[in-house]
């Protein structure tokens, strides 16, 4: 059984929506000061140590499920470290602090600063290795789509209750080499293709709102962190997703049966990935398709967030206006 199925006993205290937004756009900030420099690692490291000093100013006792690795892999940030001033409610959180790194070093559109947070047990704790995935967005019949289905029938299936011909339904992919067969099977039904570069926590969250973004579909294999990330996102906002493990070598498994996971093939729900009162924040560093990038002033800086709570399904945009500047500033 994973860490993930032990049952959170309460809700999160709604404040924690708000303080989390505070946290992805101190990140946001950091890393776009460094957006187009071509230096990846550095952006990285800006928007590490700005969401790990925010995080730590927070009245919980958190612990992070999804990081930047394992301790041994990150200095900050990672699998299993403690933030949080101890003082509140035991929560799991998952983080990505800068979705699209080289999206942010080539500033190129969808880089994000995310993070979701859970009582504790409410994420799945996945290992740092690949996650086949397939999500759809709100509105359609349980059980549309399926990762055991071929990518045909699932493509049908969301034409069919969106009440379109499967030429008007587009797909979002990773362009990756390992995708190539996907493609194929996708276009061969008539259907168009998104690619992306990075960034597939942004790709699932497309599906979403389609009218806005053209995306009706998420599939492929990408980062299992970045799975956990986007089932937050979608049980707050709606939608269906499931993924599985991708895992290939000795040491994957070692690492996921520490981590409580015993089935290696087991196929995740969203439900699975991210359960009870799920909060999530994202702040768009570099402009994109629902976000705003981090926009530099003269005296201030404006942000662009979202902020979503599972329980209420309650979705607030945030512009934000930032005259105090220096609070972006590391002490």
Same mark, same amino acid.
């Given at each position: 059984?994973? @860490? @993930?199925?032990?049952?959170?006993?309460? &809700?999160? /205290?709604?404040?924690?929506?708000?303080?989390?937004?505070?946290?992805?756009?101190?990140?946001?900030?950091?890393?776009? $000061?460094?957006?187009? *420099?071509? /230096?990846?690692?550095?952006?990285?490291? =800006?928007?590490?140590?700005?969401?790990?000093?925010?995080?730590?100013?927070?009245?919980?006792?958190?612990?992070?499920?999804?990081?930047?690795?394992?301790?041994?892999?990150?200095?900050?940030?990672?699998?299993?470290?403690?933030?949080?001033?101890?003082?509140?409610?035991?929560?799991?959180? &998952? !983080? #990505?602090?800068?979705?699209?790194?080289?999206?942010?070093?080539?500033?190129?559109?969808?880089? !994000?600063?995310?993070?979701?947070?859970?009582?504790?047990?409410?994420?799945?704790? =996945?290992?740092?290795?690949?996650?086949?995935?397939? &999500?759809?967005?709100?509105?359609?019949?349980?059980?549309? %789509? #399926?990762?055991?289905?071929?990518?045909?029938?699932?493509?049908?299936?969301?034409?069919?209750?969106?009440? %379109? @011909?499967?030429?008007?339904?587009?797909?979002?992919?990773? #362009?990756?080499?390992? *995708?190539?067969?996907?493609?194929?099977?996708?276009?061969?039904?008539?259907?168009?293709? $998104? !690619?992306?570069?990075?960034?597939?926590?942004?790709?699932?969250?497309?599906?979403?709102?389609?009218?806005?973004?053209?995306?009706?579909?998420?599939?492929?294999?990408?980062?299992?962190?970045?799975?956990?990330?986007?089932?937050?996102?979608?049980?707050?906002?709606?939608?269906?997703?499931?993924?599985?493990?991708?895992?290939?070598?000795?040491?994957?498994?070692?690492?996921? *049966? $520490?981590?409580?996971?015993?089935?290696? @093939?087991?196929?995740?729900?969203?439900?699975?990935?991210?359960?009870? /009162?799920?909060?999530?924040?994202?702040?768009?560093?570099?402009?994109?398709?629902?976000?705003?990038? %981090? $926009?530099?002033?003269?005296? *201030?800086?404006?942000?662009?967030?979202?902020?979503?709570?599972?329980?209420?399904?309650?979705?607030?945009?945030?512009?934000?206006?930032?005259?105090?500047?220096?609070?972006?500033?590391?002490?």
């Amino acid at each position: 059984m994973s @860490k @993930k199925q032990a049952a959170p006993s309460s &809700a999160l /205290d709604r404040i924690l929506t708000l303080e989390l937004a505070r946290v992805t756009e101190r990140a946001a900030v950091a890393a776009a $000061r460094l957006r187009g *420099h071509g /230096d990846e690692m550095a952006a990285d490291q =800006a928007a590490v140590d700005a969401m790990r000093r925010e995080l730590n100013r927070l009245p919980i006792d958190g612990t992070v499920v999804i990081g930047e690795g394992e301790r041994d892999e990150a200095p900050m940030l990672y699998i299993g470290e403690s933030v949080g001033t101890k003082q509140g409610a035991k929560v799991d959180i &998952a !983080l #990505d602090p800068l979705e699209g790194t080289t999206i942010c070093a080539k500033n190129l559109p969808n880089s !994000l600063a995310v993070i979701a947070m859970a009582p504790a047990g409410g994420l799945l704790n =996945a290992p740092d290795s690949y996650m086949e995935k397939i &999500a759809i967005g709100p509105g359609y019949p349980a059980g549309t %789509v #399926d990762l055991d289905a071929p990518i045909a029938e699932n493509m049908a299936n969301v034409a069919k209750a969106k009440g %379109v @011909k499967i030429s008007e339904i587009t797909a979002c992919v990773l #362009d990756r080499p390992r *995708h190539a067969r996907l493609i194929e099977d996708i276009r061969a039904t008539g259907a168009a293709i $998104r !690619l992306i570069g990075d960034g597939d926590v942004a790709g699932v969250i497309h599906t979403t709102d389609p009218e806005e973004t053209g995306i009706d579909l998420y599939a492929g294999i990408g980062g299992a962190p970045e799975g956990v990330l986007a089932a937050a996102a979608l049980r707050c906002i709606g939608g269906q997703m499931q993924g599985r493990l991708v895992i290939t070598r000795e040491e994957q498994v070692e690492r996921a *049966h $520490r981590m409580g996971i015993s089935d290696i @093939k087991r196929k995740y729900t969203l439900e699975e990935m991210a359960c009870e /009162d799920v909060l999530f924040a994202a702040t768009g560093v570099t402009d994109g398709n629902f976000l705003q990038g %981090v $926009r530099f002033g003269r005296s *201030h800086i404006t942000t662009h967030t979202v902020v979503m709570r599972s329980s209420t399904g309650t979705v607030r945009y945030i512009k934000a206006q930032h005259t105090q500047i220096e609070k972006f500033h590391l002490d």
